[in-house]
């Protein structure tokens, strides 16, 4: 049985050939992996599912990708994790499945958290 690493590793060589359903399997065996070996908030579990939710949106599984981009989103508050690049990548890629499934009002307002998010990095690299 192949390990995390070798799990996410496939998952990625897969998701850059754009062969997308592979890349989702391999990625889903990641997480569940990741589940028995790694806390909630540690950051390999974190990447784990935003790779699943990331190539299930990329395939217009909107509602599954959601609810995991919800998921690492209460996971990262919860542990009130710093609001660093990854928490703006979590937002950008809730507000694709939020506009994906037709609701603009709310894609705007997670869009527009994501741009703090990003602004406040900015603003720390230059001050």
């Given at each position: 049985m192949a390990g995390w690493s070798e799990l996410m590793s496939g998952g990625t060589e897969h998701y850059l050939r754009g062969e997308l359903a592979d890349a989702v399997q391999l990625f889903r065996e990641a997480l569940a992996e990741a589940d028995g070996l790694f806390a909630e908030d540690d950051d390999r579990y974190l990447l784990s599912l935003s790779m699943v939710a990331t190539t299930l949106a990329l395939t217009g599984e909107h509602d599954e990708a959601e609810a995991l981009f919800r998921r690492q989103l209460t996971i990262r508050e919860e542990a009130e994790l710093a609001e660093d690049a990854n928490l703006a990548e979590c937002l950008e890629g809730l507000a694709r499945c939020l506009h994906g499934r037709g609701e603009t009002a709310?894609?705007?307002?997670?869009?527009?958290?994501?741009?703090?998010?990003?602004?406040?990095?900015?603003g720390a690299q230059d001050g």
């Open positions: 709310e894609a705007e307002v997670v869009e527009a958290r994501a741009r703090a998010v990003r602004d406040g990095l900015a």
